[in-house]
C-alpha cells in the first residue's frame, strides 16, 4: 500500500496527524472496524481525533477506493482499507477478518456464470463468507 500521506491527499484530505493516526489505525486491524470503535480505540491510547473527523476520514478514503465498507450491523459500517482497483474479498464469519482475492481469481467464474443464464458481464463484486483456518480448527488452507 503507498504511504499515508499520498493517500490522504488523492482522497482529497490534508494528511494532518489526526487523520494520519486514523490511517495506521486501520492499518494494524486486519478486520473492518467501525468509526465508534475505532474512536474508542483511539482514545485509549490518547490519540482520539474527533468522532466527526474519523467518519469524514472513512468516508473519503472509501469514496477513493482506499477502503472498503462492510454491514456491522444496526445500519452502522465498518471501514477496512484496501488496495485500489478491482478485487473481491474472503470474509471470516466468526472473528470478522477480511483478505483479499485478486480479481483473476474470481473473473472467469464471473462470466461464465453470467453467459450461461445470457447475461453479458459488465462488472461483478464477489465476496465470499465462511471460517478462517483459525476460527474453523485450523484447517488447512488451499492457495
Known amino acids: 500500500m503507498m504511504a499515508v500521506d499520498q493517500m490522504l491527499e488523492r482522497a ?4 494532518t496527524r489526526q ?20 474512536h ?44 485500489p482497483g478491482h478485487h473481491h474479498h474472503l470474509i471470516c464469519e466468526r472473528c470478522g477478518l477480511v483478505v483479499e482475492i485478486p480479481s483473476c481469481e474470481v473473473e472467469e467464474w464471473a462470466g461464465e456464470v453470467a453467459r450461461r443464464r445470457g447475461f453479458t458481464l459488465s462488472a461483478h463484486q464477489a465476496d465470499v463468507f465462511g471460517l478462517c483456518p483459525q476460527c474453523a480448527g485450523g484447517a488447512r488452507v488451499r492457495v
Open 12 to 15: 482529497g484530505l490534508k494528511a
Open 19 to 38: 487523520r494520519t493516526v486514523i490511517v495506521r489505525a486501520l492499518e494494524r486491524s486486519g478486520r473492518p472496524v467501525t468509526a465508534q470503535a475505532l
Open 40 to 83: 474508542a480505540r483511539l482514545g485509549r491510547s490518547g490519540n482520539a481525533p474527533g468522532l466527526a473527523t474519523i467518519y469524514r476520514t472513512l468516508q473519503a478514503l472509501e469514496q477513493a477506493g482506499y477502503a472498503r465498507t462492510f454491514p456491522a450491523g444496526e445500519g452502522e459500517l465498518s471501514y477496512k482499507l484496501c488496495n
